[in-house]
């Protein structure tokens, strides 16, 4: 089993819609949790951190569920500029063992007109 | 431009060539990484370091040499190139290792191995 797994998609949603990625992950150690967004053929690039109590950004939410050890993005009012790769990351343990974060192999949007 | 500079932007190598991957970053930022990125498989990290003279190995670092003598430079050598590592390459660095102020990225090397 993956550390963290996320359902790759693709995810073909029109203007306007409210999508939700899922993830999971394994080590129920894990401390840090963030949703990076990749667009094609470029370089990650943190889209946001996810709080125990979750947390918002304009259109973003982030939700955390320990117990389940799932975390998830909510996207609403969706835009042609979030068609993009995103990706949960993981870091494990409280002592982070130098800058090792674990991905899951991304979840990609597709928003059309 | 403030950031993380990876050079070469493109390579192509020959089975058995070896070639050093660059990585610099001017936010004197103590942690520094290296990851590969293939289809279907996410980030993986090779090597990371904590600081200047300190390194150590990730999830796939059979193939791959790194050494830290500068808190600016990382760089990734390929002993002896293998098909197996044509891949995308990703240099990251943080001021915090717990990612509270997020990991930069470099623009990635896009390597070849024929």
């Known amino acids: 089993r993956k550390e963290v797994e996320q359902d790759p998609g693709p995810f073909n949603v029109p203007e306007g819609a409210t999508v939700a990625f899922n993830c999971t992950y394994s080590n129920s150690a894990s401390q840090s949790f963030f949703w990076y967004r990749q667009d094609c053929r470029k370089e990650p690039k943190l889209l946001m951190s996810?709080?125990?109590s979750g947390n918002e950004d304009g259109r973003f939410t982030a939700q955390l569920n320990r117990a389940s050890q799932y975390i998830s993005l909510l996207i609403r009012d969706s835009k042609l500029s979030d068609s993009a790769t995103y990706l949960c990351v993981v870091i494990p343990g409280i002592y982070n063992q130098g800058g090792k974060l674990i991905f899951g192999q991304g979840t990609e949007l597709s928003v059309k007109p | 431009n403030a950031g993380v500079t990876q050079t070469p932007k493109f390579q192509v190598l020959k089975t058995g060539q070896s070639m050093t991957l660059q990585c610099a970053q001017d936010?004197?930022?103590?942690?520094m990484s290296w990851y590969r990125q293939d289809p279907g498989m996410g980030l993986r990290l090779i090597h990371y370091s904590v600081g200047a003279g300190i390194t150590d190995q990730g999830e796939v670092p059979n193939g791959y040499n790194v050494s830290r003598s500068t808190t600016e430079d990382f760089p990734l050598r390929l002993l002896s190139a293998a098909p197996s590592q044509t891949s995308v390459y990703f240099c990251?660095?943080?001021?915090?290792?717990?990612?509270?102020?997020?990991?930069?990225f470099g623009s990635g090397t896009r390597l070849t191995v024929v």
């Open positions: 990251a660095s943080s001021r915090n290792g717990q990612g509270y102020y997020g990991y930069t």
């Open positions: 996810v709080y125990s």
């Open positions: 936010m004197n930022h103590e942690y």
